[in-house]
């Protein structure tokens, strides 16, 4: 089992460019969650997935879009990127007994 | 606002010394209590927590849970180098799929 695998593991863009983050999970879990993560600031999220075909805001939702492709990939897109999404990214994937199991995460910079 | 605050944000202790990590939280419809150890990616699952009381040991890892006081504590007792590592609680909720972080502790083991 791979568990949790994310793309790209780093990445930088210029103002105003778009991206995807790809997430995928092999644990057969229904819910699927993608957070940011800043210095001082814990693990906010910014969107979740109970499970195929549903997706929710979290915390932090401005700015961003996702997409739950199937029961394995969740994709996090940043149609115009902009510095204060600069950030790491984790997606996770959570168990029926809510323990959540993280992917490597990816390191944004948005110059 | 649901909200999780740890304590102290930063610690620093010689190797073979006690530590205690704070948790509290004021949720609605809470659910459990959980932790995270995050070296240097992504954080991996220590404890979940849902009953009062009750001490959850993993090795020199310990963790209680006081649903009265609407807090939580983190034990390690000889501490050493590879403790270190920033320790993230996080509150999970009845009926719903998130989970809410505290801003974490980071924790420094020196020789």
């Known amino acids: 089992n791979a568990g949790v695998t994310q793309t790209p593991k780093f990445q930088v863009l210029k103002t105003g460019q778009s991206m995807t983050l790809q997430c995928a999970q092999d644990?057969?879990?229904?819910?699927m969650y993608w957070y940011r993560q800043d210095p001082g600031m814990g693990l906010r999220l910014i969107y979740y997935?109970?499970?195929?075909?549903?997706?929710d805001k979290g915390e932090v939702p401005n700015g961003y879009n996702v997409s739950r492709l199937n029961k394995r990939e969740f994709s996090l897109r940043l149609e115009s990127a902009a510095p204060s999404q600069t950030s790491v990214y984790f997606c996770?994937?959570?168990?029926?007994?809510?323990?959540?199991?993280f992917g490597p995460g990816t390191r944004l910079t948005v110059l | 606002e649901d909200k999780v605050v740890q304590s102290p944000l930063s610690l620093v202790v010689h190797e073979g010394d006690t530590v205690t990590l704070n948790c509290s939280y004021e949720?609605?419809?809470?659910?459990?209590l959980l932790w995270y150890k995050q070296e240097k990616k992504a954080p991996t699952f220590l404890f979940m927590l849902?009953?009062?009381?009750i001490e959850k040991k993993s090795g020199r890892l310990s963790s209680i849970l006081d649903k009265k006081e609407l807090f939580s504590i983190l034990n390690i007792t000889a501490t050493q180098t590879g403790d270190s590592a920033v320790y993230l609680c996080?509150?999970?909720?009845?009926?719903?799929?998130?989970?809410?972080f505290g801003q974490g502790t980071r924790l420094t083991i020196n020789p």
């Open positions: 996770a994937s959570r168990t029926i007994v809510n323990e959540q199991f």
């Open positions: 644990m057969n879990h229904n819910s």
């Open positions: 997935s109970a499970s195929e075909g549903t997706t």
């Open positions: 949720v609605t419809n809470f659910r459990s």
């Open positions: 849902t009953s009062s009381g």
């Open positions: 996080a509150a999970s909720f009845q009926g719903a799929q998130k989970l809410v």
